[in-house]
């Protein structure tokens, strides 16, 4: 990876931030389900660009109140507001790895969030061509307890992909699109958060299966 690469240990102190790009933070939060996440997320700034790459870590979906482990690029957000990215680059991730745009009120392992993104399809068989196709789905942490979210997509994609996380008083939704236009619900749910929440980006792999994503022309808006 080029540019401002954040590689290495952890921070020292719980929680630090170290900065990617102006406004951008990348944060290491958590140690996963069963302490998956043992090498931090790499994020770079290049062109306009994020790229990230992960080699562990998990949003974890099974039950809200199994720790997340991973990393974030993220940025302070008062009130209502969106975020959206156009994904030009998914690709070796591990099948339970994935990538996407989140929406978090805390930067810690059991905050409540919403994340729209990319993940290996969960086929029986490879496509002959291009190994397991891609899929967009949901995850999502709306109280912490023995309930567990995830949807995926019945539908394929394909790159570039956008995807877009908005927040409307309490209510919360996901979208993906083929084209920046026309989107596509994936969930819209109510997810008690507090005035200020942290938007950004997000990737996780597994078994140190290095995945990378690249995010274009990401956006932050407030008040819609």
């Known amino acids: 990876m080029t540019g401002q690469v954040r590689a290495g240990d952890p921070p020292a102190a719980a929680f630090a931030a170290l900065e990617v790009t102006p406004g951008w933070a990348l944060v290491q939060i958590g140690h996963g389900e069963q302490k998956?996440?043992?090498?931090?997320?790499?994020?770079a700034f290049e062109g306009g660009a994020f790229t990230l790459q992960a080699a562990s870590g998990a949003l974890f979906f099974k039950r809200s109140d199994e720790p997340d482990g991973f990393g974030f690029v993220n940025q302070p957000l008062e009130g209502d507001g969106s975020i959206t990215a156009k994904v030009t680059r998914f690709e070796s991730f591990h099948h339970w790895g994935g990538a996407g745009v989140m929406m978090r009120e805390e930067n810690t392992p059991l905050g409540r969030y919403m994340c729209a993104m990319l993940e290996t399809s969960h086929s029986k068989e490879p496509q002959a061509d291009a190994g397991h196709t891609m899929?967009?789905?949901i995850r999502m942490r709306r109280e912490v307890g023995p309930e567990g979210f995830r949807v995926q997509r019945p539908d394929t994609?394909?790159?570039?992909?956008?995807?877009k996380v908005e927040r409307h008083g309490q209510q919360v939704s996901g979208f993906y699109?083929?084209?920046?236009?026309?989107?596509?619900?994936?969930?819209?749910?109510?997810?008690?958060?507090?005035?200020?929440?942290h938007v950004g980006l997000t990737a996780w792999s597994r078994y140190n299966i290095k995945g990378m994503a690249t995010f274009e022309d990401v956006q932050v808006r407030s008040g819609r």
């Open 36 to 43: 998956r996440f043992t090498s931090p997320l790499q994020a």
């Open 135 to 137: 899929a967009a789905s």
């Open 157 to 163: 994609v394909t790159l570039p992909v956008w995807l």
């Open 177 to 197: 699109s083929p084209d920046g236009k026309e989107w596509k619900l994936l969930k819209e749910a109510a997810i008690p958060m507090g005035a200020k929440v």
